[in-house]
């Protein structure tokens, strides 16, 4: 991305976070976090991030499929069944970041939907670090910091508030993580 695209990107997420009230969210208007368009993993069709989070408590993880957390995977998955009757969606944003994904998206995509059965929404390969983070990854990192490794996990509310961002080691079921998400839920 070049700085004047990088600075256009920014200006817009800020307008959208002034433009965006607590009452909006109650209204099941989307957070400005959520206000992006991302390509599906292995396939050409975009999500509308919005309709995916409006009114949801959101679980956004960066994710590769050669890590020593990718079978973290199982745990996410089960999370995403237990709690998503009650309002809760899970992201999967693969990153390469760590040098730990796979170079074609179709293998990754294997290792998501074939190997660990992954249902929830999982994203186009992208970068969550630095200046060139996609946007989501962007406005994550403000407001709680980058990712230190693969599956770090960010927690947010549903008017679209960061609430906590747990590292890869977290397990996704049966310690804080789950508690911090049963809590937003209610």
Same mark, same amino acid.
Request: with cysteine; aromatic share 8%; charged share 20%.
């Given at each position: 991305?070049?700085?004047?695209? @990088?600075?256009?990107?920014?200006?817009?997420?800020?307008? &959208? #976070?002034? $433009?965006?009230?607590? /009452?909006?969210?109650?209204? +099941?208007?989307?957070?400005?976090?959520?206000?992006?368009?991302?390509?599906?993993?292995?396939?050409?069709?975009?999500?509308?991030?919005?309709?995916?989070?409006?009114?949801?408590?959101?679980?956004?993880?960066?994710?590769? @499929?050669?890590?020593?957390?990718?079978?973290?995977?199982? &745990? #996410?998955? $089960?999370?995403?069944? /237990?709690?998503?009757?009650? +309002?809760?969606?899970?992201?999967?944003?693969?990153?390469?970041?760590?040098?730990?994904?796979?170079?074609?998206?179709?293998?990754?995509?294997?290792?998501?939907?074939?190997?660990?059965?992954?249902?929830?929404?999982?994203?186009?390969?992208?970068?969550?670090?630095?200046?060139?983070?996609?946007?989501?990854?962007?406005?994550?990192?403000?407001?709680?910091?980058?990712?230190?490794?693969?599956?770090?996990?960010?927690?947010?509310?549903?008017?679209?508030?960061?609430?906590?961002?747990?590292?890869?080691?977290?397990?996704?079921?049966?310690?804080?993580?789950?508690?911090?998400?049963?809590?937003?839920?209610?």
């Amino acid at each position: 991305m070049t700085p004047l695209r @990088s600075i256009l990107a920014g200006a817009a997420l800020l307008a &959208g #976070l002034l $433009a965006w009230t607590p /009452a909006a969210a109650e209204d +099941g208007a989307c957070p400005a976090l959520f206000q992006h368009e991302v390509r599906k993993l292995h396939s050409q069709e975009d999500l509308d991030l919005c309709p995916l989070t409006a009114g949801k408590v959101v679980l956004v993880v960066n994710t590769a @499929s050669q890590c020593g957390f990718t079978p973290q995977f199982k &745990g #996410l998955e $089960a999370l995403y069944k /237990a709690y998503r009757d009650q +309002g809760l969606v899970v992201l999967g944003f693969p990153s390469d970041a760590f040098r730990q994904e796979l170079d074609d998206e179709g293998a990754t995509a294997k290792v998501c939907y074939v190997n660990y059965g992954v249902t929830f929404p999982m994203m186009a390969t992208s970068r969550v670090r630095g200046p060139d983070a996609n946007p989501v990854f962007q406005a994550l990192n403000r407001a709680a910091g980058e990712p230190e490794w693969n599956f770090n996990k960010y927690l947010v509310s549903r008017d679209g508030e960061v609430l906590r961002h747990f590292p890869s080691s977290a397990e996704p079921r049966g310690g804080e993580l789950e508690a911090a998400l049963q809590a937003a839920l209610r």
